[in-house]
Structure formats: structure tokens, C-alpha cells
């Protein structure tokens, strides 16, 4: 199993930033993708953000030159830094991690979700 621990959610005024970060632990042999999602009151949980083991990424368009998303493999860490926040970035940021344990069973893993809110 996985387990993500996330950290670095709060409460910033628009047009400022945060820093999210996502620790992924357990029964680890390779981390395939990272990502983060994120959940506004009365909406979906949408991709906000995602990096492969190769580096690449993928972004929403609502984020696109305001949010970078970067990964420590050796910490199997992903980060997602947003900058020019906006109240409607407010939302439950999720960290998601696409793995393989030594038997090579893959694991769609979860973190608990960290609030992020973006005042007016």
C-alpha cells in the first residue's frame, strides 16, 4: 500500500502563492505519475495538474502560467507552487500517485486533501 501525506494548504489573499507538497510512502518500486486534483463545493474533482516519471506535465487550462507542478524522485515528492492565486482556485487540493510495488501490482493512491482558500 501507499500512503500521501500532503502539507502547504491554507489561506492567502488573490494574487498571492502557495507551496503544496505530497510525500508518498509504503510499498514503493517506481512512481509512474503525480498529480494533483481539486474539489470546489458543488463541483467535480478535476486535474489541476500532473508529472510523469519523464518529467512531463499537463495542466488545466484555468492554470496554465500560474501553477507549476515538480517532482523530487529521490524524495518521491510532487510540488505544486500557484502563484497569482484567485478566489476561484479556492477548492480541496488532492495529491494523486500512480505506483508499482515490487510485484509490479499498480496502486492508484489518494491523499487526504489539504484546503486551499483564496480570499477576495
Known amino acids: 500500500q501507499v500512503q500521501l501525506v500532503e502539507s502547504g494548504g491554507g489561506l492567502v489573499q488573490a494574487g498571492g502563492s502557495l507551496r503544496l507538497s505530497c510525500a508518498a510512502s509504503?510499498?514503493?518500486?517506481?512512481?509512474?505519475?503525480m498529480g494533483w486534483y481539486r474539489q470546489a463545493p458543488g463541483k467535480q474533482r478535476e486535474l489541476v495538474a500532473a508529472i510523469t516519471s519523464g518529467g512531463s506535465t499537463v495542466y488545466a487550462d484555468s492554470v496554465k502560467g500560474r501553477f507549476t507542478i515538480s517532482r523530487d524522485n529521490a524524495k518521491n515528492t510532487v510540488y505544486l507552487q500557484m502563484n497569482s492565486l484567485k478566489p476561484e482556485d479556492t477548492a480541496v487540493y488532492y495529491c494523486n500517485a500512480d505506483t508499482s510495488d515490487y510485484d509490479f501490482q499498480k496502486y492508484d493512491s489518494w491523499g487526504q486533501g489539504t484546503q486551499v482558500t483564496v480570499s477576495s
Open positions: 509504503g510499498s514503493i518500486f517506481s512512481i509512474n505519475a
